[in-house]
Every structure is written in structure tokens, then in C-alpha cells.
């Protein structure tokens, strides 16, 4: 009896020791997500409609400078001038739109990625916190320089399930 006490004590700490660990990798789950899918749909359908206004601002652009050039030498100094300052006024609009375009589109982004993230941050809280795992790795991050895959539970599979992907 006494051994079996002493066997007994010398084995929780052990058990005490006993950590779980897990690792996953979001380059395999993300892109398999119907969110993920949507927003770029929606991305690459707002960039069209950016581009399409950009090519209306160019074309506007260039018939004016065709015009003026047309006319130019039969302008008036300060009708001229007035023509000049149009051109660059509407450069000037041109160049700022494709910044703001730009700017835009990377806030969407952004926005869009993050949101994904969290629902995908959010499902392996849950399935960590289910597990009994310590720590929980994303292996596609970069920055860990090696997980073990036979000491550490791969969850990948358990995260696609939870976030309804085949």
C-alpha cells in the first residue's frame, strides 16, 4: 500500500507537467473560407469600378489636351492660360483620385482580412480552450522556427471542420 502511495505522488507531479500543445496553419484554412472568397470578389469588383472611373478621368483628360492643342495657337494669353490650368486641374484630380482609389482599396483589405482572422482566431480560442491546450501555433506565421508535429496536436483539420469548409 505504501508503494502504491509513494508510486502515486511521484506521478502527479508529473502529470502536473503534462502540457498540451497544438499547431495550425492558416495559408490551408483561409483561402478555403467562403468569406474569403466574397471578399475578394468584392475587392477585385470595387478595383474594377476604380479602374473604370480612372479610364473615364484619362480619356476626359486626353480629349481636352487634344482640343487645346488643336487650339492653342489661336487662344487668347488669358483664355490659354485658363485651358492650362483646367489640364493640370484635372491631372492634379486624376492623380489624386487613383491615391484615394488606392488608400481605399487597402482599407477594405484590411478590413475584410481582419475580420476573417477573427472569426478564424475566434474557433481556435474555442477548440483551445475545449482541447486543454497550452499554447496553440499558426505554422504558416513564419516566425516560428520549428514545432514538433509528433509532441504537438495538428488542429488544422478540427478549425476547417468548425468553420463549416470541406
Known amino acids: ?3 502504491i502511495l509513494i508510486a502515486i505522488l511521484m506521478m502527479a507531479p508529473m502529470s502536473l507537467c503534462a502540457q498540451k500543445f497544438a499547431h495550425f496553419n492558416t495559408a490551408d ?3 478555403n473560407m467562403k468569406e474569403y472568397t466574397t471578399a475578394q ?6 478595383q474594377k469600378q476604380y479602374e473604370d472611373d480612372m479610364k473615364l478621368m484619362q480619356d476626359e483628360l486626353q480629349k ?3 482640343e487645346y492643342q488643336k487650339e492653342q495657337a489661336n487662344l487668347l494669353d ?3 492660360q485658363r485651358r492650362e490650368q483646367e ?3 484635372l491631372y492634379t484630380r486624376l492623380q489624386q483620385s487613383y491615391q484615394d482609389n488606392q488608400a481605399a482599396l487597402q482599407k477594405a483589405q484590411s478590413e475584410k482580412m481582419s475580420a476573417i482572422s477573427e472569426k478564424v482566431l475566434a474557433v481556435v480560442k474555442k477548440i483551445g480552450e475545449e482541447g486543454g491546450y497550452v499554447y496553440i501555433v499558426d505554422t504558416s506565421a513564419g516566425v516560428i522556427p520549428y514545432v514538433s508535429t509528433t509532441l504537438s496536436t495538428d488542429i488544422t483539420e478540427q478549425v476547417k471542420k468548425e468553420l463549416g469548409i470541406q
Open 29 to 31: 484554412i483561409i483561402p
Open 87 to 89: 489640364l493640370n486641374d
Open 64 to 66: 481636352k489636351s487634344e
Open 1 to 3: 500500500m505504501k508503494k
Open 78 to 80: 488669358n483664355v490659354r
Open 41 to 46: 470578389e468584392e475587392m477585385q469588383n470595387m
